[in-house]
């Protein structure tokens, strides 16, 4: 009894392989396989390329966010002072931030003093929010106490303020410069308030790698932000940070219960949260546009297998009447048009996770081409265009992919399975 071979064998691969490498009389059919390949290694590198980026701009975003802001501000309700002024400051800011410190997953506490100001110097102007902090709190703020990126000396801090990389270049000033700060909220006297005009010296200068952070923000030592900003033994609100901010609402709600009554909150995903959101529904839609582009690269493998077909229509009736099985018949084409999206697929991996890695040096020939202004932080927030590379992103390309092309190869090399012999030979 003879023996069935088993699936896939040695045979069909030869065969295929034989289809494959077409002669010059089936230069169509080597035209429209070369056309497949392309198509889907474009897609497949264009899809990577927009994950990565993708993943990249939202960790940068993320990123520069958690680095240089709050997880968790806590501020204070309206409430009347001894004056009858409405006013929302913590009196006893000490007290609150100590119980705040002892919730899990809390690591640090600072008390700040918020104000608006016009910074001047070298006679140009600009808007400032100055954030009075305590020395040792500022030294914890990742993306401002970064030595690669600042200049000047950190621990000079309680000798002056720490202004922004924007700051500083629209303003023309370097580190030991004087920057003059402007509050319309200055002294009391009998004609009115006074605006409270005081020099400083440029002790820092920090970039945060947000433009809007590095463009409007400037750091006061928390003493003399109090007396700057008539703030004498109280503080604006509570900046906390958490050492799991991806899952912050899991302690938002014992922070406000530690922060007492007339404390509220308000996380960072409060004020991120519909950008993220905006962000996601984005990238599920780039997703599923260039998922398309990827089926319509591989429909150009059932054009191409259509005509291998047709043209070894004499082959397949040779084949099936010296024994070759419809199973056969059907794996030979079916590797031909899995062959081709395999390597069109291996191809476009490896082009998208070389774009992904090597985009910053990418990019710079890019905007050296265009002359330059490619990439405006005043518009994107960040300051290049980031990527990461994620083995999830790259795992789902190529299981679209793959998964396609298998998908569509499976008509034409089922209808030259089903294919007749005594038709396919009637008129040899």
Request: charged share 15%.
């Given at each position: 009894m003879a023996r069935t071979p088993p699936p896939f064998a040695g045979f069909e691969w030869t065969i295929a392989w034989r289809y494959l490498r077409a002669r010059r009389a089936e230069g169509?059919?080597?035209?429209?396989?070369?056309?497949?390949?392309?198509g889907i290694t474009l897609a497949v590198f264009a899809l990577i390329a927009t994950l990565s980026v993708r993943s990249g701009f939202r960790a940068e975003f993320v990123d520069t966010i958690l680095g240089s802001n709050a997880h968790v501000t806590v501020y204070a309700s309206q409430r009347e002072d001894e004056f009858g002024r409405m006013v929302r400051t913590f009196p006893d800011f000490d007290e609150r931030a100590a119980r705040v410190a002892e919730v899990p997953g809390v690591t640090r506490v600072a008390p700040l003093v918020k104000g608006q100001v016009m910074g001047t110097a070298n006679g140009r102007n600009a808007g400032v929010e100055v954030f009075g902090i305590a020395q040792d709190d500022l030294?914890?703020?990742?993306?401002?106490?970064?030595?690669?990126?600042a200049q000047g000396d950190i621990a000079r801090f309680s000798?002056?303020?720490?202004?922004?990389?924007?700051?500083?270049r629209e303003l023309g000033l370097g580190v030991g410069d004087q920057i003059?700060?402007?509050s319309p909220d200055g002294a009391k006297t009998p004609f009115g308030t006074s605006p409270r005009v005081k020099a400083y010296e440029v002790t820092y200068i920090f970039t945060a790698g947000r433009y809007d952070i590095d463009r409007t923000r400037a750091y006061m030592p928390f003493g003399e932000a109090q007396l700057y900003f008539n703030r004498e033994g109280v503080a604006d609100e509570l900046e906390v940070m958490v050492d799991d901010p991806e899952s912050v609402e899991n302690v938002a709600l014992p922070i406000q219960r530690a922060a007492g009554e007339g404390a509220l909150i308000w996380t960072w995903q409060d004020s991120s949260g519909a950008f993220l959101r905006a962000l996601e529904v984005e990238d599920n839609v780039m997703f599923v546009i260039l998922s398309v582009l990827v089926l319509i690269a591989t429909m150009n493998i059932v054009s191409g297998l259509i005509m291998l077909v047709k043209n070894k229509g004499r082959d397949i009736g040779i084949l099936r009447t010296m024994g070759l099985t419809e199973g056969s018949v059907l794996r030979v084409f079916f590797i031909c048009g899995a062959f081709t999206g395999v390597i069109g697929t291996v191809m476009g991996v490896v082009l998208g996770c070389l774009f992904a890695i090597y985009i910053d040096p990418i990019f710079s020939f890019v905007n050296y081409v265009a002359g330059g202004g490619v990439w405006d932080p005043a518009v994107r927030g960040i300051y290049s265009l980031p990527a990461k590379l994620?083995?999830?992103d790259v795992a789902s390309a190529m299981a679209l992919s793959l998964g396609l092309s298998f998908v569509v190869t499976i008509l034409p090399a089922r209808r030259a399975?089903?294919?007749?012999p005594v038709e396919a030979l009637r008129y040899e």
């Open positions: 169509g059919v080597s035209v429209m396989t070369w056309i497949s390949l392309v030294e914890t703020i990742p993306r401002i106490a970064d030595p690669d990126t000798e002056g303020v720490a202004i922004g990389s924007g700051v500083a003059k700060l402007i994620q083995w999830a399975a089903r294919m007749n």
